[in-house]
Structures are given as C-alpha cells and as structure tokens.
C-alpha cells in the first residue's frame, strides 16, 4: 500500500490474505480540511460473502492450532502495531480529527495492550470435569470456538474496537471478517496488515469496508450466511437495532456494545477538585466522542455555586495556557451541525451556558474549518425532557442539573435509556459503593471519570447500551461454545 505521504492512496480490502482493489472506491474525508485525505475501496455483497468463505475455509485449521501458536502470533501482531504506533496514530488523526493525546497516547497505547492481554489469556482456556449424578457415569464440558465470527465497528476509537472483535475471535479458534467503518477505513487495514505481518494464516482475519449506502447489503450478506456463527456490532442503537433485528430473523447470537447517555454524580461531600478533573476529562476527551463520555452532570444543590465556579475557572484556565490552540474537532460536518440543533433547542426551552458560546450554526462554506470544530460548551438549567438530556451528544458537550438529593440524583440518572457507565464523586467510600448498586450501568467509577476502558475489566452496557461483554475473561466466553459429554464408564 502508498505510504501516508504519497498520492494517490487507496485503502484495499484485505481478503483471504490479499489485499484488492475492487471494482468502486469511495472517499475518505478528513475533519481537518473537509477534503478527500484518501479513497477506500467499497466491498460489495459478493465481496463480503467472499470474505466469510474465506474465513470458512480457515476455520478448521485454525481451530486445531495449539493455542501457543495462536497466543505467539498476537502477541508478534502487538509488536508490530507497537513499532507501528506514530504512523497508526496519524492515520486516525486524519481519519476522524483526533488529537495527539487521544490518538497517540490513549486510543492506540490501549488496542496494543489488549491485544497482548488476549493473547496472554489464550492458554488459559479449558472446559471442566462436573461430577454427574449417576453412579458409573463421567462427563467433562468442552469450550470451543463457534466458526466464523463477524465484526462490525465504528469510527470513534478504531483499534481498540478492531483489536478486540479481531482479538477475541482469533484468540479462541475463531475465523473473523472485520467491517470497518466507513470514516476510518485506513486505520482497520493498519490492523489487518499488522496481523498479516505477524504471521496469521490467509483467511483467518478479513478486512472489508463500503460506502454507507452499500452498508446495510452488505452486513446483511454476512449475517445471513450459513457460516457465521456470531456478531458483535459496537455502535449506534439506530444502527444495533437494525443488526439485532436480521441478527434474530436468522436466529444468530449478536453481542452488542451501544451508545451511551454517562452520568456523573457529584455528591455534597465531593473532593470538588477531583470531581471536576474527572467531570471535564469524563466530557471532553477525544472531543467528547467516546460512548462512555460524560454528557449529564448530575451535582447537589449544597455545593452546585462552588463547583460550577470551579469548572468555568478551570476551563477559562485550560484556554489561557495557550490562547493560540483550536477548538476539538468532530468527526464531521453533519455531526457538528446535530450538536448545534440540540443546543439551540435545549437554549430556546430555557437552558443557559454555563460555559462557551453559542450565536447558531457558524458554517460558512464547506471548507470552513468552524464547520467541525467545536470549543467545549457546558449548558446548566436543562430539564428532563430536553433532547440535550436525553439524546447521545458525541460531541465536546455536556449538561448540567442540580438535585437536592442523592436519591433524586440516581433517579434522574437511571431515567435515561442508556446504561453504559457512570461516576460517583464522594469522600464517603461506603456512600460510593451504596450509589454504585443502584445505578443501572454496566460500570461505574467512584472518584474518577466516566471513560474507562482497560482489558482486565468487563466492558458492556445494560438496557439501551447493548447486552454481552468484551475484555478480560468473560470477553472471551463470549465467543466460545459449552460441549457437554458424557460416557458410561
């Protein structure tokens, strides 16, 4: 493939092994300029069925490989994107308009250290001996890989969404196909590529991505197929509903990682530096577009004045370091254009700015650079019922209510239906761990902020954030199979 600084660049498909051209491209816009940064290839149906075939025939033999030959081979894949991490990183910058922090010392860092706790968990999978009931009889219960796996990921932090559906699926004898978002199909080939590189069999890992209205066909291709045994989508609940929905007309299990509506309390006993260090990260890390990032603020009335004080000093500081420094930038034009609507609906309801400005949509021309760029804004006195409270912001936003009690406070928490993570602020451990069992998210962290990811922690929502887990033990029963046996002796 060109390299990052060569002209023209085409992102390939990597099927069984090889990397093709296709018959249709479509472009890669980048946020920075608003300009094409590269084209990808755009799969086909037949493309995809394809690529499950491959993984099919795959499938055998490296189901049989001894996992220290499946555990060595990923943990060369991690060796290699680690050599690779500058160029992997620039890839995403350009791709989606991350920044340095994000890109390079999070997102990237993250993906290589799950990729070498997967394969440092691969030995360790084994079934059990159940001692059965009747006298004479012995069982054992085997775990074993399902067949082919399909991924479907999204833009936002694409190696560690490619490193763990790959990962996973590889780690514990499963072939896998990989759809990769259409916005940061470079940064799914570097993945596919890094693998290959470290020796992976042709077939086991494929590689695809298509231009959004080619997108249902093709995921349907997949899932329809008689060889794909499971899927896991991690994206929008507009989009998962529509996956669990064929997902269930062909009766296929699906592990679903959604969207998120993140909740931090912060209670009258908080460590109100603390609370606001994790608050402003929580919200505005990667320019807010992560599922787990802080949109809802949920702070007590006795010391709401103070803490309020406190973010607008700290942020009015953060932009004093160095006035010179631009805006976070969003995926796109059309993301920016939706956080506007909800602050200009939330703003005509009654809401105020707490920080920030707002004078309407401020695009002029495709190639304005404020079309994606957005300086952190924090809205106080929304209501329930605002969009800006109940919807998904993806974006450097976030907003504020005040509560009496923190009994009301988990109450408006849990109203949304989301439930993907959350954060208690308190000095009062016994209160956090109280609030934590009552708060319906998949996690919640007590002191610190919203966005937290690593492998040995399960990571998954409840209600309207998905269903099943990725990382650490169960990530990987996830894609296994439970054999019963048993034998008269």
Known sequence: MASADSSPIVVPLIIDGKEEQGTSTFNVVSPYTNKTCWSAVSATPEDAVRAVEAAEAAFPAWSQTKPIVRRDILLKAAGILETRLEQNAEYMRIEMGA??????????????????DIAGRITSICGSVPVVEEEGQSAIVYKEPMGVILGIVPWNAPYVFGIRSAASALATGNTTVIK??????????????????????????????????DAAAVANAMIEHPAVRKINFTGSIAVGRKVAAVCGQNLKPCLMELGGKNSAIVC???????????????????SGQICMSTDRIIVHSSIATEFLNAVKSALDNSASDDPSALPPTLVSVASKARVEALISSALSSGAELIHGTFDGPGCKTAADESC??????????????????????????????????????IRIANSTGYGLSAAVFTEDLRKGFALAKKLQSGAVHINSMTIHDEPVLPHGGVKNSGWGRFNAEQGLNE??????????D
């Open 99 to 116: 920044d340095v922090g994000a890109s390079q010392f999070f997102v990237v860092p993250l993906a290589i250290r799950m990729l070498r």
């Open 180 to 213: 990769s978002s259409e916005l940061s199909p470079r940064c799914y080939w570097a993945i596919g590529r890094a693998f290959e590189d470290a020796g992976l069999p042709h077939g086991c890992l494929n590689i695809i991505s298509t231009r959004p209205q």
């Open 268 to 286: 009258a006993d908080a460590n109100l530096q603390t609370a606001v260090k994790g608050v402003l990260a929580g919200a505005f890390l990667n």
């Open 372 to 409: 994606v760029r957005m300086a952190p804004v924090i809205l106080g006195k929304v209501k329930e019922g605002m969009r800006v409270w109940q919807d998904e912001s993806f974006a450097s936003l976030a907003a504020v209510m005040v509560v009496d009690s923190d009994e009301e406070a």
């Open 479 to 488: 894609f296994l199979v439970t054999k019963s046996v048993t034998w008269m």
